[in-house]
């Protein structure tokens, strides 16, 4: 961590005597949840709230011939049935493209759809009733008249040209293409001695936040403005999205965040009901609240992944690795998801195949299909579980192939801890990074080498255990290059505003957002750390487009390292402001006054001199007792952004180890260990449990979870008994560890670290099966999620 | 009294409510609608994440498989009657110190299930706690903190009680 | 995802129960672990339901004339940690665990389970296995069916419109009896992909009387009756090839039918371990 001398203090944020910098303090906003206190939107009530619920199209593709709601707007407790065409008076339809992302196409999307539903589980009419339960006995009401489309559900066939294509205006299926090339990928594959090419399948995923998506939209006629509470990651660029589609002035619409019910990326993005809700409040002048329930989530939360990607690497024999190829393709919804896009994802696995190894040659194809299928868009670690599986699988696959261990094959070729700044093989770029520091603490830390023998042991007694690995690479602290240069009003700076109060306590209002991931901790520990206050004394306001200055929220793993950041500058700066006046108070030159511990301290003797409740009480009540001229200032703001790099790469390397019964093909999994580099590590707590968490997500994706559909659209498992997600006694436990190599961009030093679990975790376990069948003979497993029926058919007993 | 609504009387977090219900209100529905006892919650509605656990006359119960009218005569213990009454505060300390909860919805279902097996006394094995939240889904911890703070609390409770 | 309307009435009395259920649409809820979730998602959406909790005819466990019967509305709970359950009806223990979770065995109840007659339920294939029988109580009075009569096809089983299923009775264990049970799911606690209940005498010689009652591989518990041939002369291998034969499962979401097959095969030779152990 570097620290810029600031004015005035002997002191480093380290050894401050409220540094909070490394310690794992505990979140100031868990009483009230584990209380049952808390509130999620779904807590809450307003007067004349009403509920929404909508009628779904059952196809996945289909004419809508005609809708007649005139019995639902008789039943008992109905407010209005509003169709697509209706409220598209009220709410003007958007396209979800970014211009960096060249060539990315997608048509117009209706908050209800109009004419046409383009995947099953678009709605197609709004019940807003007394009650939810008054609001579906309506639904059950409202007789639709559908033509059946024909379908389109096969990434494989979308783009033949006997495929109907789905917005014929845009005149092929083809959503998004990128093509790549570095190096010489044909003289690498040339100079190999082994090359090893497979085609790697990750399921359609989908968040299951445990709380489903919930807004309560409140059009208060009389004010002219909108007042949004909604379970959202990203506040203002909601405000910025509602009030542009109502036809409103952003200051006409508040958005109100306070607890939200994980999150995930899934609620970073504009869903068409959301979208809906707040037309249908300003329509009826009155709150309406709609949460999704599980059913609907499942077909409306967006889903992720579902790549297919034919992967290529080649090999000496001494374990170089000369090239790379992959050819991606992915099958999304209909319409690419506003305003993020649903080409990220594929554009990041092209970006970060390779990322950790030197190798240069690299070829890479990723194409976006539009299909007739619930929407796909960012979740958690976007593109890394598929880019590092695909990479890891092919050096393990290598590795295998020239005989050679998996970790020193990738000793021989990761990135040098010291040859930095460096670049990957798809040109991103890497300001410092420690994948060899963190390979050999791996090493150690899981005893590889005893690992190795016992899993040589216990193979002669017909046990088979494998050990896998996954380096990786996690993009942080996005930059604008992310979305603001692609003209999407997604804000990459944030902001932070704190405030000395009449009795020395100390309010922070910051643009980042809680959902768990301990934002609000991390920026209390940074404010109290750089102003000088028991932590006790911060209190963090979050998740208010009226109250707090204007910010991304949190995704990408960006609250701590940006919104940290700038908690960290107003701390300071406000520091600055007390001490002028505390000096002023004092008659003392501020440069020798610091504050510390609450108290307004000489800067060399750390003597007390003057307590924070009485600088503001002077500055507040009785500023007639200051000198003429001198006006307390005890608020503070300031912004951050990363600039010199467009991200702030961390890196990693996770370890699986894992038993396969080769009777029945199940898989347990025995321990599970992660080595990452988030630089400075703010709160080593709230750090290891979000690596914990993420990597259970890894392992979700890894063995249960796949939403699965049929070749007419339908999805057939969209509950919680059939879409399978971890449960605690399958998961095991996970240990821990980092290396700290601090970005130079920011004060603090830190970067991200929300993702890098489910970023590695897939690639490890797939890699720990391979292992573990490798002695069998069994055909290398790479199609995920990996279950019993899979692995028994590898091993030739189905 | 309608079929379709039922007049139920009942002990909510000791205290007595008596209320008209529709019969086909969930218990957590009305827990949350009827009485603002929103520290129940809503995950799936149909039985597998184990968030609108509450307990009824003294075992944990799924909130959303049950009629409030079923509860006629019944005893409702909440998260926020649990937690006022201070019988898992030691839990509660746990849970913050190992930060076994994120987002915290799961985090009363959590607490419930937990606390019915501390109950029975002794310390169960960590493979015994990951049994017995087998059925409460949390997405954000990865379930580790959770089993580590459970095991804290049934060790603090052992060695107090000796 | 909330019901439809409907009307709810408690039932006083097993009559009351019986009465009521002659009214139009009417059904029965007793842990409500399965029934409430196919409401809440309207899937199903009766005019009337009757609450079964609280008659108190329909509680109990007794042994007796080397039977055990337990009423219908047991719960789980009260099934696992039964004395009576767990020397008597052995097989039935062994299977509680298997059961969901412990908040759900806390409400649901060993009838409820019976008459959903899911395929991938463990205590249809016990019952099975056990031999055993279910009472049945309806306008025209009590009757009694055996397991292998009851279940009929998919959710679908020998109870009438106005059917009230009151206890099951199986032949108490006795030195003797040799149980078996295995299931391979996805996770703790979820129903089964493939399982397996078995019950036997041990006769000195083999195993006499042998019943293996699968379930998860098709529209009902299913006896593999070759099998059962094979294993009671030992023949563990011919047993498990037997299997082709009896059973045909077909794919559901977590697996296809050869893997159902490959699987229950599997445990299969599991079970049959169990089987040849005296019991502790
Ligand atoms: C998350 C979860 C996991 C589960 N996992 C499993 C599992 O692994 N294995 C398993 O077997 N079950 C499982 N279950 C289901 C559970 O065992 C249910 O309790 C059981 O299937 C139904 O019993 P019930 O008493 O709850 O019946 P209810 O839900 O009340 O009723 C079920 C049906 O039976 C009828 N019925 C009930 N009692 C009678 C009676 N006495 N006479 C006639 N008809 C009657 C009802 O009308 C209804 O149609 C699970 C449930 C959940 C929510
Ligand atoms: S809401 Fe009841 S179990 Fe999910
Ligand atoms: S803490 Fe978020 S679901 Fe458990």
């Not at chain 1, 009733?129 to 559908?146: F, G, H, K, M």
């Not at chain 2, 969930?26 to 609108?52: I, K, M, P, Y």
């Amino acid at each position: 961590m570097k620290i810029t001398e600031d004015s005035p203090s002997a002191l480093t944020a380290l050894d401050r005597p409220n540094s909070y910098i490394g310690r794992s303090v505990p979140r100031p906003n868990m009483a009230r949840l584990m209380q049952g206190r808390a509130q999620f939107v779904s807590d809450v009530t307003l007067p004349r709230m009403a509920h929404a619920a909508f009628v779904r199209s059952p196809h996945a593709h289909a004419k809508i011939k005609s809708i007649d709601s005139s019995a639902a707007k008789q039943a008992p407790g109905v407010v209005a049935v509003v169709t697509g065409a209706e409220l598209s008076k009220v709410i003007t339809p958007w396209v979800g493209v970014l211009t960096h992302l060249k060539g990315l196409k997608s048509a117009p999307q209706h908050a209800i759809a109009v004419d046409r539903a383009c995947w099953a589980g678009e709605a197609v009419c709004a019940v807003v009733a007394r009650s939810r339960a008054e609001a579906e006995d309506a639904c059950e009401l409202v007789q639709i008249e559908y033509e059946e489309l024909i379908a389109v559900t096969d990434a494989e066939t979308a783009l033949d040209a006997k495929t109907l294509v789905i917005h014929p205006e845009l005149g092929d299926n083809l959503t998004f293409e990128r093509v790549h090339t570095a190096g010489n990928p044909e003289q690498g594959f040339k100079a190999a001695d082994a090359v090893v090419e497979t085609t790697f399948v990750f399921g359609r995923h989908t968040g299951v936040t445990n709380e489903p998506r919930a807004i309560v939209a409140d059009w208060n006629a009389g004010d002219q403005r909108m007042t949004v509470y909604q379970g959202t990651q990203a506040p203002h660029m909601m405000q910025n999205l509602f009030a542009k589609h109502l036809g409103l002035q952003e200051h006409q619409v508040r958005v109100l965040t306070k607890d939200v019910g994980g999150s995930f990326g899934i609620k970073v993005h504009t869903y068409a009901d959301e979208m809906a809700i707040v037309a249908l409040s300003k329509l009826l002048k009155r709150p309406v609240k709609f949460v999704a329930d599980r059913i609907e989530s499942f077909v409306t939360d967006i889903h992720a992944r579902d790549h297919r990607v034919k992967a290529r690497i080649g090999v000496k024999n001494d374990g170089t690795i000369t090239a790379w190829e992959i050819d991606d393709l992915t099958g999304i919804g209909p319409y690419s998801v506003y305003p993020r896009t649903s080409g990220i994802e594929a554009n990041q696995v092209v970006n970060l195949t390779g990322g950790p190894y030197t190798c240069p040659n690299y070829k890479a194809r990723a194409r976006v299909v539009f299909l007739n299928k619930n929407v796909m868009c960012q979740y958690r670690a976007v593109g890394h579980p598929i880019a590092t599986a695909v990479t890891e699988g092919l050096v393990e696959l290598a590795a295998a192939k020239i005989g050679m261990d998996p970790l020193e094959l990738r000793r021989r070729n990761l990135i040098a801890d010291d040859a930095h700044p460096s670049q990957g093989p798809s040109g991103i770029k890497f300001e410092a990074l420690s994948h060899h520091a963190a390979l050999a603490h791996l090493d150690s830390m899981m005893n590889y080498a005893g690992l190795r023998a016992e899993q040589a042991a216990l193979r002669q007694k017909g046990i088979y255990r494998g050990i896998g690995f996954a380096s990786f690479v996690e993009v942080t602290n996005p930059s604008a290059a992310f979305y603001g240069v692609g003209g999407a009003k997604i804000s990459a700076q944030d902001g932070a505003t704190v405030r000395l109060d009449a009795t020395g306590a100390v309010f922070c209002h910051i643009g980042v957002t809680e959902q768990g991931q301990g934002a609000e901790a991390v920026t209390a520990q940074c404010v109290a750390s750089a102003f000088g206050v028991p932590i006790e004394r911060v209190r963090v306001i979050m998740g208010d487009t009226d109250n707090t200055p204007y910010g991304g929220g949190t995704w990408a793993s960006r609250a701590a390292g940006i919104g940290g950041e700038a908690a960290w500058q107003a701390g300071k700066a406000l520091r600055q402001n007390v001490v002028a006046i505390a000096g002023s108070i004092l008659q003392a030159k501020p440069d020798t006054l610091d504050i510390r511990n609450g108290v307004v301290v000489d800067r060399d003797t750390g003597k007390e001199r003057i307590g924070l409740d009485e600088v503001a009480r002077i500055a507040y009540f009785r500023p007639d007792t200051l000198p003429t001229g001198v006006q307390a200032e005890l608020v503070a703001t300031r912004h951050y952004v990363p600039r010199a790099w467009a991200f702030s790469f961390t890196n990693g390397i996770q370890a699986s180890y894992l038993e396969v019964d080769t009777d029945s093909g199940f898989v347990k999994l025995l321990n599970h260990w992660c080595v990452e580099d988030c630089g400075t590590v703010i709160n080593p707590q709230l750090v290891d449990e979000q690596i914990r968490g993420g990597v259970v997500q890894g392992l979700g994706a890894a063995l249960f979870e796949q939403c699965v559909y049929d070749d007419r659209g339908q999805l057939l498992n969209g509950n919680m008994a059939d879409y399978l997600v971890p449960m605690a006694m399958e998961m095991p436990d996970i240990e821990c560890a980092h290396v700290v190599t601090p970005t130079a961009d920011s004060e603090l030093g830190a970067k991200g670290a929300g993702e890098a679990g489910t970023a590695g975790a897939p690639g490890c376990v797939m890699n720990a099966i391979n292992d573990a069948l490798r002695p069998l003979g069994a055909a290398a497993l790479t199609d995920m999620p990996f279950t019993p029926g899979k692995i028994l058919r590898a091993l030739g007993k189905v | 009294m309608s079929e379709h609504r039922c007049d139920i009387k009942l002990t909510v977090n000791g205290e007595t409510i008596s209320e008209t219900v529709e019969a086909r209100t969930t218990l957590v529905d009305f827990l949350r609608e009827a009485l603002s006892l929103t520290g129940s919650h809503v995950g799936c509605e149909h039985g597998v994440c184990g968030a609108c656990t509450v307990r009824v006359d003294g075992v944990i119960v799924r909130g959303c498989l049950m009629l409030a009218a079923q509860c006629d005569g019944a005893k409702v213990e909440t998260i926020e009657g649990v937690s006022d009454a201070g019988e898992i505060a030691d839990l509660q300390a746990a849970f913050e110190r190992r930060n076994a909860l994120q987002c915290g919805f799961c985090t009363p279902g959590m607490l419930l299930t937990a606390q019915e097996l501390l109950r029975g006394g002794g310390v169960p094995s960590r493979d015994k706690i990951r049994e017995q939240i087998s059925g409460n889904y949390c997405r954000c911890t990865g379930y580790q903190a959770i089993v580590d703070a459970i095991e804290a609390v049934a060790q603090e409770r052992a060695e107090a009680k000796r | 995802m909330k019901p439809a309307p409907f009307a709810y009435a408690k039932a006083r009395s097993l009559d009351h129960a019986i009465e009521l259920l002659g009214r139009d649409e009417a059904r029965l809820l007793a842990g409500g672990q399965s029934l409430m979730a196919t409401l809440n998602m309207r899937l199903s959406a009766p005019k009337l339901l009757i609450d079964l909790n609280g008659v108190a005819a329909l509680g109990g466990i007794a042994v007796k004339d080397g039977t055990i019967e337990i009423g219908a509305l047991t719960r789980h709970i009260e099934a696992e940690r039964s004395a009576d359950i767990a020397k008597h009806a052995p097989l039935i223990a062994l299977a509680m665990p298997h059961i969901g979770h412990p908040a759900i065995r806390n409400r649901g109840t060993l009838g409820g389970s019976l008459a959903f007659a899911d395929p991938a339920a463990e205590l249809p294939a016990c019952l099975l296995a056990l031999n055993g029988e279910l009472e049945i109580a309806g306008p025209k009075g009590k009757r009694t069916v055996k397991a292998e009569d009851f279940f009929k096809g998919l959710f679908e089983t020998a109870l009438g419109p106005q059917d009230v299923l009151t206890a099951i009775r199986v032949p108490a264990a006795t030195k003797d009896t040799r149980v078996g049970f295995a299931e391979f799911a996805r996770r703790h606690g979820d129903y089964a992909m493939v399982g397996l209940a078995a019950a036997a005498r041990a006769d000195g010689k083999g195993l006499a009387g042998l019943r293996l009652a699968y379930f998860g591989v098709g529209a009902t518990p299913v006896r593999a009756k070759k099998a059962e041939a094979a294993l009671a002369n030992g023949h563990v291998d011919d047993a498990v090839t037997a299997l082709a034969s009896d059973l045909d499962p077909s794919a559901d979401v977590q697996a296809d039918g050869a893997t159902k097959r490959h699987l229950a095969g599997v445990l299969l030779r599991r079970v049959a371990k169990q089987l040849m152990e005296p019991r502790a």
